[in-house]
C-alpha cells in the first residue's frame, strides 16, 4: 500500500520531487509455472526467467497526471 498507493499520491503533489520509503515488508513474488502450458506454446523455462530478471530492474520513473488520472511511466528495458 506503501509503495503504490500513499507514495504516488504524495509524488503528484506539486513542488514533492521525490518520497523515499523506508522500512516495510521486504517485496517478493511468486510465479507460478505451469509446464505443460509451457511446453504448449514451446516458450522454455529461461526465457520465464528472463522476462521476471527484466521486469525487476531498478528503473527511473515518475507519476505523470493526466486528465484526473495519474500513470506511473518507466524507462524502457532492453
Given at each position: 500500500m506503501q509503495d503504490w498507493n500513499i507514495k504516488l499520491a504524495?509524488?503528484?503533489?506539486?513542488?514533492?520531487?521525490?518520497?523515499?520509503s523506508v522500512g516495510g515488508?521486504?517485496?517478493?513474488?511468486?510465479?507460478?509455472?505451469?509446464?505443460n502450458r509451457l511446453a504448449?506454446?514451446?516458450?522454455?523455462?529461461?526465457?520465464?526467467?528472463?522476462?521476471?530478471?527484466?521486469?525487476?530492474?531498478?528503473v527511473e520513473g515518475r507519476v505523470v497526471e493526466f486528465s484526473g488520472a495519474e500513470y506511473m511511466v518507466r524507462e524502457g528495458v532492453t
Open positions: 504524495l509524488e503528484s503533489v506539486q513542488g514533492v520531487s521525490q518520497v523515499a515488508f521486504v517485496k517478493q513474488y511468486q510465479v507460478n509455472i505451469d509446464p504448449a506454446y514451446n516458450i522454455p523455462i529461461m526465457k520465464v526467467a528472463e522476462a521476471v530478471r527484466a521486469s525487476n530492474k531498478d
